[in-house]
T-cell receptor
């Protein structure tokens, strides 16, 4: 079945540092890929997405590129802020139209803490 | 995009009781799902809420424990039945169009004593 693996956390950075959170996936078809963010005490918010190979999703200074050859969707940000402290989830969605259609498979989540 | 609300936002319940969680979407969506997030864990899919028919449950989840209704394209309920402390989790619903983006509600934080 489909699976998503995220880098182990937690990740602790100083403000303005560069962020990378690794995400790799296994899927039988051609999934859509997502990054969701969960701020303390809140639900999940979509951060960015990519629906096909070589697409780059971007939002709020975060970027991730859909790499089919390495089955990866790593999240990057050039300069993090204290307000970016949250849990980040990589996820995939099956586009194949079968019984898994539309369902999200999540990675284990990465806790990011940014210090001033 | 879709804006999703859930009620209640949190609850503390006694073991053996049941709680029904409501999920309301501000627009019609084709797909609605229910997820569980146990403390410190990732999200696990409970079931697909099918409009006008029985929900489709994932392995390890059964209708008797988690009955789901979806009477129309904007509303769904999840009931957690005969609760035990192991059911203490955040329950989230999501909605979207097909395999396009799923939008999430704020979650219902359930504590079972």
């Amino acid at each position: 079945g489909d699976s998503v693996t995220q880098m182990e956390g937690p990740v602790t950075l100083s403000e303005e540092a560069f962020l990378t959170i690794n995400c790799t996936y296994t899927a039988t078809g051609y999934p859509s890929l997502f990054w969701y963010v969960q701020y303390p005490g809140e639900g999940l918010q979509l951060l960015l997405k990519a629906t096909k190979a070589d697409d780059k999703g971007s939002n709020k200074g975060f970027e991730a590129t859909y790499r089919k050859e390495t089955t990866s969707f790593h999240l990057e940000k050039g300069s993090v802020q204290v307000s970016d402290s949250a849990v980040y989830f990589c996820a995939l969605s099956d586009q194949g139209g079968g019984t898994s259609y539309g369902k999200l498979t999540f990675g284990q989540g990465t806790i990011l803490t940014v210090h001033p | 995009s879709a804006v999703i609300s859930q009620k209640p936002s949190r609850d503390i319940c006694q073991r053996g009781t049941s709680l029904t969680i409501q999920c309301q979407v501000d627009s019609q969506v084709t797909m609605m799902f229910w997820y569980r997030q146990q403390p410190g864990q990732s999200l696990t899919l409970i079931a697909t809420a099918n409009q006008g028919s029985e929900a489709t449950y994932e392995s390890g989840f059964v209708i008797d424990k988690f009955p789901i209704s979806r009477p129309n394209l904007t509303f769904s309920t999840l009931t957690v039945s005969n609760m035990s402390p192991e059911d203490s989790s955040i329950y989230l619903c999501s909605g979207g169009q097909g395999a396009e983006t799923q939008y999430f509600g704020p979650g219902t934080r359930l504590l079972v004593l």
